[in-house]
């Protein structure tokens, strides 16, 4: 098949390049190269570009089977300082794709996010599917407006994900904390907490998703919009997670704004169709610490 990723030289979008490259398909990518821990993937059809421009990029000018859209400005605390770009980039060069796919009877997967409900007060149970879409945030909000687009579209998937994480990844302290706190003990430098620590989330390794990436594209999993995570037996709080890596908090700060205090997934509807976590995120311990 012949396949577009945007942001395919992300940490999840390098993944997904890597697997469906191995499958012998032809890939094309689009990246603006915006995040400092992007790396860019050598090849004819790595295109260097803000996906504001799509319609634009002759290379891109031709037919497709698919879509795996994952460009996106992905940190709360960003799409508050810098409102303009969030929109941009999550909105308005969501609708773009969305339309280039149109345009060319392309299918389309999203990559959405938990932060398209809301703030979840008072959730103490696993999220499913049917849950209400309840953005508070500037990114919430950005993202939940692709996240619209695309589950109208007749031949679209939405992918509300959880906390993926992985080997490659780079992350910061306001996104991808997963990787921010293995690197954060393999440097020994500080640890911060923004709340009480008990923040639980359900953590989804990144093959696993790229895996599910695979199944929608062999047409095994229904057109519709899904949350996606680890599950319950990936449900960590940050306290758990810093002592799965034997490390220590150092200090606590307050609580972030609609930062939600428990997102675990149900998967119920994945679940239904063949596609369950398979990796646990404590077997992978050692290897994120090598």
């Known amino acids: 098949m012949k396949i577009l990723?945007?942001?395919h030289c992300g940490f999840i979008g390098s993944q997904t390049w890597s697997f469906l490259k191995s499958q012998g398909h032809d890939l094309y990518g689009i990246d603006n190269l915006s995040r400092s821990t992007s790396k860019y993937?050598?090849?004819?059809?790595?295109?260097?570009a803000d996906i504001n421009e799509i319609s634009k990029i002759e290379i891109l000018d031709c037919e497709f089977d698919w879509v795996i859209h994952l460009a996106a400005q992905v940190s709360v605390t960003e799409s508050i300082s810098n409102p303009n770009t969030d929109f941009e980039t999550n909105a308005m060069g969501s609708f773009k794709v969305l339309q280039w796919a149109k345009e060319r009877?392309?299918?389309?997967?999203?990559a959405s996010t938990n932060k398209v409900f809301g703030d979840l007060d008072g959730q103490i149970l696993p999220i499913k599917d049917e849950h209400p879409l309840n953005p508070k945030t500037n990114y919430g909000i950005s993202k939940c407006v692709g996240a619209n687009y695309v589950?109208?579209?007749?031949k679209g998937w939405v992918l509300h994900q959880s906390c993926i994480y992985g080997e490659r990844q780079v992350g910061d302290v306001n996104q991808g904390w997963i990787g921010w706190i293995r690197q954060q003990i393999i440097k020994n430098e500080?640890?911060?907490c923004y709340g009480d620590g008990t923040q639980v989330r359900d953590l989804l390794h990144v093959e696993d998703l790229v895996h599910l990436y695979w199944l929608i594209l062999e047409d095994k999993i229904s057109k519709g919009s899904y949350i996606v995570g680890g599950?319950?037996?990936?449900?960590f709080s940050f306290t758990d997670v810093v002592a799965?890596?034997?490390?220590?908090?150092?200090?606590?700060?307050?609580w972030r704004d609609n930062d939600q205090k428990f997102f675990v997934s149900a998967n119920s509807g994945l679940n239904s169709q063949g596609?369950?976590?398979?990796?646990?995120?404590?077997s992978k311990i050692s290897d994120l610490l090598a």
Not at 151 to 154: I, L, P, Q, R
Not at 231 to 235: H, S
């Open 5 to 7: 990723i945007t942001g």
């Open 41 to 48: 993937i050598s090849s004819p059809n790595s295109i260097i």
């Open 105 to 110: 009877n392309c299918s389309m997967i999203y």
């Open 151 to 154: 589950a109208d579209y007749e």
């Open 190 to 192: 500080n640890i911060i």
């Open 231 to 235: 599950g319950l037996e990936n449900a």
């Open 244 to 254: 799965e890596f034997k490390g220590k908090i150092a200090r606590y700060e307050q």
């Open 275 to 282: 596609w369950f976590p398979k990796i646990s995120f404590r």
